[in-house]
Every structure is written in C-alpha cells, then in structure tokens.
C-alpha cells in the first residue's frame, strides 16, 4: 500500500469529490471518505479539501495508503448472495471507470441458458457496480468449464467499442491448455471448419461442435470456418503436454473441438475427448489417470487489448484455477519457464 496521485479525468470531472473516491475506492465507506478529508489525508492539487468539494478533469488526487478489502457486504445485492458477492469480486484482476477484468472460476457459466442455472457471471455482476448505477456488460464469452480472463465494460459507449474490436480481430488471446499426447509438428495452425451437431442426443448432439475439413466445405453451407494457431510449451514423455493456444476466430467449443480433432483432446474434456482409455492420436483420451484432476485443463491465460479510451495497449493475465496449479506441481511444470507470448516470434 503506497500513496496514490491519481488524475481526474474528463468523464470524471464535475462531480463531488466524495463521490468520485468511493467509485475508485469502494471499500471506502462515506465516514471514511469524510475523515480521510478532514485530516487532510486526502488533497486534490496539493490542497486540503472537504468530502463536499468537486473535482475537475486534470486535477490531481492525493490518496493515502488504503486497505485492500472488499468493501463490506452485509445483505444480499440484488439477488446476490454475500457469499457469491464475495467471491466475485475477488475475481476482479483490473478495474477502472471504463472497464472490469475478471479471472473467471471454472464451472461458472458466462450468461444463463439452456441447463445453465441461474447463477452465472452476468448475474453477480449486480456485485460489480461499484458505485455505478448499472451493472457492467459481458462482451465476450467463456464455456462453464473454462477458466481465465473476461472482460465486462461498465457503459454502453465501451461496450460497444471493445465488442467492435473482438469483432475485427484486434484483440489477442492466448489460452493455455493440457492435452493428451504431443502434437506433431510441435507448432501450427488447425484450420477445421465448425458446424453444430444435428439433433439433441444423449450424446450432447446439438451442443456439440462437428469439425468439417476445409475441402469439404461446399457440402456443408452452415459450417463457420475457424483457426487455432497453436504450440507446445512443455511436455511429458509422449503423455501429455502443456499448450499455448490462440483462437485466430472465435467460434464455440473452438479449442476443445479443434485439438480433438487433431487427436490432442485436452485434459478433463468429456464432451470432446472421449473416454480415459480412448486412444485418440497417440493421445489417450480426456483423462490421465492418476492424481490429476478430472476437470478441464483449458484457461484463458491473457488477453491483449486496446483501451476503449485511453487508446493504449493493454495485456491482462489470469493466474491458473486450483485445479491446474495442482497439476503443474505434480508434473513440475512452472510458469516463469515459458514465454508469456509463444506466437510473437513466429509473426
């Protein structure tokens, strides 16, 4: 905790200056706010202030050092239990006014749906307001299953400009992964086209993504053709290995249906690997066996960005679920071992 010179800007200006720390602070209470003037802790341009006083854009805040804590929940909010208020908004890896980055919990579903529940990101994001009047928005997506970096904006205006720059390819994402088996080459591209299985078997057709090879794309007019560059980090004898991935598109199920195809199922994939002893490829199915875990090996490592407004370059990276930090323990795999962007040399 260090002393803080933080700069009001444009959206910002015109407003009280109690108001504007409790948006930036939110586990400062207005008591806090009030005695944090009053002792002149808190200065704007170098002078003292009171909790009453507005900020104009380029004006700087003096803030003291501040306890970390979320801020304090004593009831529900709106249908949100203090338990699941809690626990995600210790998910937030950045925040600012625009925008909230969150490193998603496996088994959290992004938006409800069919067989999803009720209990899902864009629901407890009635716990990331923050001061705001309206919750922040989903612009993009992860499965249940998936783990990792995921981007909400707090107004309709960055709403739409980080959507629009999903859209057009001007983000990066890297997702890292445990598949079975090594692939060969050890780095490459995956260009299957993806089409929705037919029907809604036991099977999970219907929710399940059939890969269409690209010369064969005339007989399936509804496939959407897809890229996954991937390499390997790391790998265990002819077993497993670690992966980086990169959706070059982003079509559902992508990755998981991709390096199944590929006979690499990644790591706890039920839908898409098969069973523990399906020998797919020179893998051995979804499973390992052993005292990994079950679930699935597959997180959206870091995500690079433009700002919606600051116009600059950002990358945001999520530290790996309970789950996968047991698994690279156990196969003395470590995270400093490895370049953070695999791809960058290969451009």
């Avoid at 009053?38 to 700087?60: C, H, M, N, Y």
């Amino acid at each position: 905790m260090t002393v803080q010179n933080l700069t009001v800007t444009e959206d910002e200006g015109e407003q009280r200056l109690d108001k504007w720390l409790r948006r930036r602070f939110p586990q400062l209470n207005q008591v806090a706010v009030e005695k944090l003037c009053r002792t002149g802790q808190v200065r704007v341009d170098s002078a003292r202030v009171k909790a009453s006083d507005r900020v104009l854009p380029g004006q700087i805040v003096r803030v003291p050092p501040l306890p970390d804590a979320a801020p304090r929940l004593e009831a529900r909010i709106e249908g949100v239990s203090v338990a699941d208020a809690r626990m995600i908004q210790s998910a937030v890896l950045f925040k600012d006014e625009h925008m909230i980055v969150l490193n998603k919990p496996p088994g959290l579903p992004s938006q409800g749906g069919s067989g999803q529940g009720d209990r899902h990101v864009d629901g407890l994001a009635e716990a990331l307001k923050f001061g705001y009047k309206e919750k922040p928005k989903l612009v993009h997506r992860l499965d249940k299953d998936t783990s990792g970096v995921l981007m909400l904006a707090r107004t309709d205006r960055v709403a739409r400009a980080l959507s629009e720059a999903l859209r057009h390819r001007a983000a990066r994402k890297i997702y890292w992964a445990v598949v079975a088996g090594v692939p060969h080459p050890r780095q490459g591209s995956i260009k299957f086209a993806l089409e929705k299985a037919p029907g809604r078997g036991r099977g999970g057709e219907g929710e399940k993504m059939v890969c269409i090879h690209p010369a064969k794309l005339a007989d399936h007019p509804d496939a959407k053709r897809a890229q996954t560059d991937f390499f390997t980090l790391w790998f265990l004898g002819q077993r497993l290995s670690w992966m980086a991935l990169e959706p070059v598109t982003g079509r559902t199920h992508q990755l998981r249906a991709h390096m199944a195809e590929i006979g690499h199922p990644i790591l706890g994939d039920g839908k898409y690997g098969g069973g523990e002893m399906d020998n797919l490829g020179d893998g051995w199915g979804a499973g390992a066996g052993g005292d990994l875990s079950k679930k699935l090996h597959l997180h959206a490592r870091s995500l690079t960005i433009e700002h919606p407004i600051l116009k600059k370059p950002m990358t945001f990276t999520a530290p790996l679920p309970e789950h996968m930090v047991r698994t690279w323990k156990l196969l003395d795999w470590k995270e400093t071992d490895v370049p953070a962007d695999p791809f960058e040399a290969i451009r």
